[in-house]
């Protein structure tokens, strides 16, 4: 049997990208599916969360395959782009709810360039 991958058409596949590329800071079109995250994508001097960015994206992961049942992944495996929209994906097939609130809070984060410096400042800081 076959194991299902990225569909590109899938709206959640689309927000896991936009997201990735947000949280990059970089081109969605430099994301491709065999690209290792953390590896041969790297957050940019730009990205929001700077340093953190690989954390905040490990906590996204966790907070996934968690609310699948799944194990944890260790932190040294080096998920690829399209492992990470095939949990989005996955998520949304078994537990649609789950996925539009990850979703939501993405799309809240990433509106926040949208925002006031200060705004940004303050939700960096304490999250809300």
Known sequence: ???KRTDPSCPSARVALRWL?????LPMESLGYSKRLGVEIKPSTGSFY???????????VDDITKALNKPHLPRES?????????????LNNEKPESCERLLRS??????????????RFVFKIFGF
Do not use: S, Y
Not at 21 to 25: E, K, N, Q
Not at 50 to 60: W, Y
């Open 50 to 60: 700077g340093k953190e960015t690989f954390d905040v994206l490990i906590d996204d």
């Open 106 to 119: 993405w799309q809240r984060v990433m509106n926040l360039n949208k925002q006031p410096k200060w705004r």
């Open 1 to 3: 049997m076959q194991e």
């Open 21 to 25: 590329a947000w949280l990059f800071d």
């Open 78 to 90: 080096h998920l690829t782009v399209r492992d990470f929209c095939d949990l989005v994906e996955r």
